[in-house]
């Protein structure tokens, strides 16, 4: 008796075997001839395996007759080839036994279509069905190609602290962490002009959860060469839009002596690694998102692997813009940030392909970015796909010591806080660079999907954190 996940009972070489297979039932259906046909999922492959159950079961009138959706169930039987059409295999069933059951009554996934905003209201469940299955094996190989990726390139994985006590990208837009009392303690009022005694606090200053790993990636940078992190990242901006998430999963490669033409080349090929291997090696899930979500998505797929990236500086972009005869919702014109529509119009209208977009006004970005000779533009970048528009934001660092201390300066930053991070510019300085990619919003362009809540397990946004 060997023990099969879904995944390997339907494959050929699974005929003959005697197997044991696990799993929720999505369907059943009785027919005439005396048996049943129950469509079983375990998790681990987009289709479903089919099992008889015949009539000559202990237990079929008491409990197979009885089976709804959401059941679990332990098979044993024997895998055969299956007549039926679009399936390789199933298994003709010598026992059956009910792990758990549910209520055909109350079980929230019935047999139907439901909309995405009734699934997540019951985000726990949710991963059951075809979709949301298919969304979280899609976010595991993702995430492998990650590391695979990076660990080619000579990355080495690095962890940055959650926690911390500076602001990266300078907008404010953080969640404080703190031990003092809301109100009605002493540390809560005793702090200059009436505010909080950070003193008192658990780490004796002002604290936050993070945005972005990127100014200690910068350290390990500066003396391993090649460094990424990946993990979670929080941003207390109040936008509740399909694009927007208050946590969400960062990858953010940092590289000592990459300028950013190298930046450039390194994320053109991230991007072109994670489409390749989700097509090869999720065909299932890929097909179905093609078929039952968005039937341009393979083709625009394709389309940007067989593509160069073109680059493009911002103020050209902004005059295409200008000259492009289009009405727009948010206003165009130099010294203004680029919105979706702008993006998508890049992409999908003027150039038909990705473009990575470089060289933005200094008044736009943040304190880290290089500044250009002309004193008006930085060396940040910003990689553009159709179908979703910006996936990728990074940037040339800057690496002079006075020029990095005037720009925290004028954006209202004081140097004394950041005195680690200048002190990368005073000992071994050296030209680097880095990105940052958000696994939630490519997982929106892989799959076609409308909503960044509908790519994450269990999404927070603003006044939504269940589960």
Request: charged content about 25%; some cysteine.
């Amino acid at each position: 008796m060997e023990k099969l996940t879904v995944w390997a009972a339907r494959q050929p070489d699974a005929v003959g075997k005697m197997a044991l297979v696990r799993g929720w039932v999505r369907t059943r259906r009785d027919s005439k001839g005396g048996f049943s046909f129950i469509e079983l999922n375990d998790g681990s492959c987009q289709g479903n395996l089919q099992i008889v159950a015949p009539a000559t079961l202990a237990n079929y009138e008491s409990d197979v007759k009885k089976l709804g959706p959401g059941a679990a169930l332990t098979i044993t039987g024997e895998v055969k080839a299956s007549p039926a059409k679009g399936q390789v295999t199933e298994v003709h069933a010598s026992a059956i036994a009910v792990l758990g059951s549910a209520d055909p009554e109350s079980y929230p996934l019935q047999k139907k279509g439901h909309s995405f905003e009734f699934l997540r209201t019951i985000a726990h469940l949710r991963p059951r069905t075809n979709t949301f299955g298919a969304i979280t094996r899609l976010r595991s190989q993702v995430s492998l190609t990650v590391h695979q990726f990076f660990h080619e390139q000579g990355f080495f994985y690095i962890h940055t602290p959650i926690v911390t006590a500076s602001d990266c990208e300078g907008a404010g837009e953080l969640f404080k962490v703190t031990t003092l009392p809301l109100e009605g303690g002493p540390a809560s009022t005793s702090g200059p002009g009436g505010g909080p005694d950070f003193s008192k606090d658990f780490f004796g200053k002002p604290a936050f959860l993070t945005v972005s790993g990127q100014l200690q990636a910068e350290a390990l940078a500066c003396a391993l060469g090649r460094v990424y992190t990946f993990g979670p990242t929080f941003r207390a901006e109040n936008s509740n839009t399909p694009r927007h998430l208050a946590e969400f999963w960062m990858i953010e490669p940092e590289m000592a002596f990459f300028d950013l033409e190298d930046n450039m080349t390194l994320a053109e090929a991230f991007i072109k690694r994670i489409i390749r291997d989700a097509l090869e090696k999720c065909p299932e899930e890929m097909a179905f998102f093609h078929e039952r979500v968005d039937p341009t998505l393979r083709p625009r797929l394709e389309a940007i692997l067989g593509s160069d990236f073109r680059r493009v500086p911002y103020t050209e972009a902004v005059a295409l813009l200008e000259k492009s005869g289009q009405s727009w919702e948010f206003p165009v014109g130099w010294g203004r940030d680029l919105q979706a529509e702008h993006e998508r119009w890049l992409t999908e209208k003027h150039f038909g392909g990705p473009v990575i977009l470089f060289d933005y006004p200094r008044t736009l970005k943040p304190f880290y970015m290089r500044v250009n000779e002309d004193g008006r533009t930085v060396r940040a970048m910003d990689v553009l796909v159709p179908g979703v528009g910006e996936i990728i934001g990074g940037s040339q660092r800057e690496e002079r010591y006075d020029v990095l201390a005037e720009r925290m300066r004028e954006q209202g930053l004081d140097p004394a806080a950041y005195g680690w991070y200048l002190d990368l510019r005073r000992y071994g300085t050296v030209p680097h660079s880095g990105f940052g990619l958000g696994l939630e919003r490519v997982l929106l362009f892989l799959s076609g999907m409308a909503n960044i809540r509908d790519v994450i397990a269990f999404p927070r946004t603003p006044g939504h954190a269940e589960f």
